[in-house]
């Protein structure tokens, strides 16, 4: 293509964007404007996490508790959100695993949620909340007990006294417990 026949394109082109547009003129000779409309939505939220006490307008995606057999561990699990879609937050405890020992693991006596001590569904996953209200927020405080004697822990399991527990007859070391939380629509 020659230069003329790139300029001749490139003004047509620069006309019909609209850089010198001229109202529409419809088949019956009456000018009409043309407009458009833009409408935007944002979707809800929902912000979810472990306590921040010190700013209480946010969550913390982590949350580490040491000393944990010294002092049963307490945390705050709280979400926000400004949906009405119903859901169901569930959590799942892991027992105190030494960190260096295979097969070597505190059991988890109970926890307690919310002041009450929920038996876990089949799975061992434990129901924190559920919600089908629009513009909710809710905390929920949670105690995860060790085990410190023989007896059952927090799944039903009968515990014997040749395993380890949080006194002198744990092997030494550190344990580690892992706490998984999940958010699941509900129908």
Do not use: C, W
Not at 29 to 45: E, N
Not at 74 to 102: K, R
């Amino acid at each position: 293509m020659n230069k003329k026949g790139i300029a001749l394109a490139l003004v047509l082109v620069i006309a019909m964007s609209g850089a010198f547009a001229a109202p529409l003129v419809v088949a019956t000779g009456t000018v009409t404007d043309v407009t458009a409309t833009l409408k935007a939505t944002i979707g809800g939220f929902f912000r979810h996490g472990f306590y921040n006490s010190v700013d209480e307008s946010e969550y913390n995606a982590t949350l580490e508790i040491t000393n944990a057999f010294v002092v049963d561990p307490v945390f705050t699990y709280g979400y926000e959100t400004n949906t009405s879609t119903a859901f169901g937050i569930y959590m799942e405890v892991s027992d105190f695993e030494h960190d260096t020992e295979a097969g070597v693991a505190i059991k988890i006596a109970e926890v307690d949620i919310g002041g009450n001590t929920p038996d876990p569904d089949i799975n061992g996953v434990y129901t924190l909340l559920t919600s089908a209200e629009f513009g909710q927020s809710e905390n929920v405080s949670i105690k995860i007990i060790p085990l410190k004697a023989a007896g059952t822990d927090h799944l039903g399991n009968t515990i014997s006294s040749d395993l380890e527990y949080v006194n002198d007859n744990a092997t030494p070391g550190s344990y580690t417990s892992t706490v998984t939380i999940s958010v699941a629509t509900t129908s």
